[in-house]
C-alpha cells in the first residue's frame, strides 16, 4: 500500500486547475441508465469512485466509455439495454453513491434488486427516506437478505414527497425517477447543492422537465422516455475548497482555475474572518479565485455544518485543520453526519490541540504543528491529513491513501506544481 509523504512549511504559490466535480459525476454517470441513447458527459475527473461505478453499471448491461485527453475529454455511458437490474453487495458495499442506481432502474425497468449499502466510517447513514419515497411513487419494496427488492408494476407515478430533511442522495435519487413516471412529482424540503442543479441541468437536455432546481421545491413531470445528451460537468467545489485552506493553511498566494467565489457558499466567509483574503480573476467562461494566506497566524472561527449554501460537511475536517494552528479557540459543529470527526485523533497525532464534545470539535490553536506518521480514515480526513502535513514542521506520513484516489485527481502533481515537498512512496 502507497504512502504519501510531505515535508511542511512551504507556502503553496501557483495555480491549481480545478477537476470536474466528484460528486456530480458519479449521480450523471447513473442517469445514463434512463435513457437508450448514449450520454456523453465532458469534464470529467478520473477518479476511483467514478471506476467503481463504470463497474457496476457494466454488470447491469451498459457501458462507460473515456475518450480524449485533455479539456474535451470526458466519459459516455450508453445503456442501450438493460441486461440486469441486480445491484451486488460486492459493488455496492463500495462506495455507497451506487445505490442511487435503484431510482433509474426502477424508472426505465420497473424493478431493482439493490444491495443496502450498510453503515460507514462517517455515521449509520440509513437508506429509509429513499424507500419511502420510492414507495410513495408506487414501489412495492421489501428488504431481504440484505438487498432492496422493488417493483413498480406498470411505472413509477408521481407523488407528492416532502423529505423531513435535506438529503441529497435523495434527491438525486427521486429526481431522477420522477423523470420517466406518470404525472408530476413535487420533492419539497429538496437539496439545492450545485450538484443537484448539474444533475437536473443534465436531465433537462436529455429532456426532462424539470422546475426549481436550486430551490427547496423541486417539481418533475414525467415523460415516456429520455434521449441522450452532451453535458459539461461542473468544477468540484469540495476539491477546490479544500485547495483554498491548503493554500492558506500554508500562508501561501495562489490561483484555482475553474472555480467561482459563489459555489463555495459559506466556506469563502468562513476564511474571510480567519484572515484569508480572496480576489476573482478570470471571466465567465473561466473563473479564477486568488487566495492569498493570513500573515502570521489565521484568526479563530467557529462554523456549523449545514446544506447548501451553508458550510459544506465535506470541508468541515479540512477547515479544522486550518484552525489547529489559529491565534484562539475555534469550534466547530458537524450536523449533517453523527461520526464525522474520523480525523481529531489523527491531527491530534501532529500536535493539534482539539477536544470533542457530542457534535462539536473545540480547537485550541498551536503555534505549529510537527510532522508524525498518521493514517487516512475516509475521504475527507485524508485531504486533512495533508493540508496539516503540509502545514507541519518536518516529515508527515500518510499511509491508507488509497482513499484520497477516490476523490482527488492528481493531488502530488497538482500540488508539487505550487511548491509544496509531496510524494508517493510504496511502503
Ligand atoms: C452526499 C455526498 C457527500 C456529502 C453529503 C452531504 C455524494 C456522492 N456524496 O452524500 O459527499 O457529505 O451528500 O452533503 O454526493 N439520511 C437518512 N436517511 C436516508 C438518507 C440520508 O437519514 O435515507 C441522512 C444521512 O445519514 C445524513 C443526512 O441524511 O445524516 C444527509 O446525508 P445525504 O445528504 O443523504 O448524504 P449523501 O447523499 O449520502
Not at 484568526?299 to 477547515?319: I, K, M, N, R, S
Not at 516529515?395 to 488509497?402: A, E, L, N, P
Request: hydrophobic share 45%; with cysteine; charged share 20%.
Amino acid at each position: 500500500m502507497d504512502q504519501i509523504i510531505i515535508e511542511g512549511g512551504v507556502p503553496l504559490h501557483g495555480d491549481l486547475v480545478i477537476s470536474g466535480s466528484k460528486n456530480a459525476v458519479l449521480p450523471l454517470i447513473i442517469a445514463g441508465l434512463l435513457s437508450d441513447r448514449k450520454l456523453t458527459l465532458r469534464g470529467t475527473p478520473r477518479l476511483a469512485d467514478t471506476q467503481t461505478l463504470a463497474d457496476m453499471l457494466y454488470t447491469l448491461g451498459a457501458e462507460v466509455e473515456e475518450f480524449g485527453r485533455g479539456p474535451g475529454e470526458g466519459l459516455s455511458v450508453t445503456a442501450a439495454d438493460l441486461s440486469s437490474t441486480r445491484a451486488p453487495y460486492a459493488l455496492v458495499s463500495k462506495m455507497r453513491a451506487s445505490f442511487w442506481v435503484i431510482g433509474p432502474l426502477l424508472a426505465r425497468a420497473h424493478e431493482a434488486q439493490v444491495s443496502l449499502p450498510g453503515g460507514c466510517a462517517i455515521g449509520t447513514r440509513p437508506v429509509d427516506l429513499y424507500l419511502k419515497g420510492l414507495a410513495a411513487m408506487g414501489a412495492d419494496i421489501k428488504v431481504e437478505g440484505g438487498y432492496v427488492n422493488a417493483t413498480a408494476k406498470g411505472g413509477l407515478r408521481g407523488a407528492r414527497i416532502e423529505l423531513p430533511f435535506v438529503s441529497v442522495g435523495v434527491t438525486h435519487v427521486l429526481m431522477m425517477a420522477a423523470t420517466l413516471a406518470k404525472g408530476q412529482t413535487i420533492i419539497t424540503n429538496a437539496a439545492s447543492e450545485p450538484e443537484v442543479v448539474d444533475v437536473g441541468r443534465c436531465l433537462q437536455a436529455m429532456g426532462a422537465r424539470i422546475d426549481g432546481l436550486g430551490t427547496r421545491v423541486v417539481t418533475i413531470t414525467g415523460r415516456d422516455r429520455l434521449d441522450g445528451a452532451d453535458y459539461t460537468v461542473s468544477r468540484d467545489r469540495i476539491e477546490a475548497g479544500a485547495y483554498a485552506l491548503a493554500v492558506a493553511a500554508t500562508g501561501g498566494d495562489a490561483t484555482l482555475t475553474g472555480i467561482d467565489e459563489n459555489v463555495l457558499g459559506a466556506l469563502v466567509p468562513a476564511m474571510r474572518l480567519a484572515g484569508v483574503d480572496f480576489c476573482t480573476e478570470g471571466n465567465a467562461n473561466e473563473p479564477v479565485l486568488r487566495v492569498i494566506g493570513p500573515r502570521g497566524r489565521p484568526h479563530a472561527t467557529c462554523v456549523t455544518t449545514e446544506p447548501y449554501p451553508g458550510f459544506a460537511t465535506d470541508l468541515q475536517a479540512p477547515f479544522m485543520g486550518l484552525m489547529c494552528c489559529a491565534d484562539g479557540v475555534s469550534r466547530v459543529r458537524e450536523t449533517i453526519f453523527e461520526n464525522r470527526f474520523m480525523h481529531v485523533q489523527e491531527l491530534t497525532r501532529l500536535g493539534a490541540n482539539i477536544s470533542l464534545l457530542g457534535d462539536t470539535a473545540l480547537i485550541t490553536g498551536v503555534p505549529e504543528l510537527l510532522g508524525a506518521p498518521v493514517m487516512a480514515t475516509d475521504l475527507r480526513a485524508s485531504v486533512t491529513l495533508v493540508i496539516a502535513g503540509l502545514m507541519a514542521r518536518g516529515t508527515t506520513r500518510i499511509s491508507r491513501v488509497y482513499h484520497l484516489a477516490r476523490g482527488y485527481e492528481r493531488l502530488e502533481e497538482k500540488l508539487s506544481a505550487c511548491g509544496a515537498r509531496i510524494w508517493r512512496e510504496a511502503s
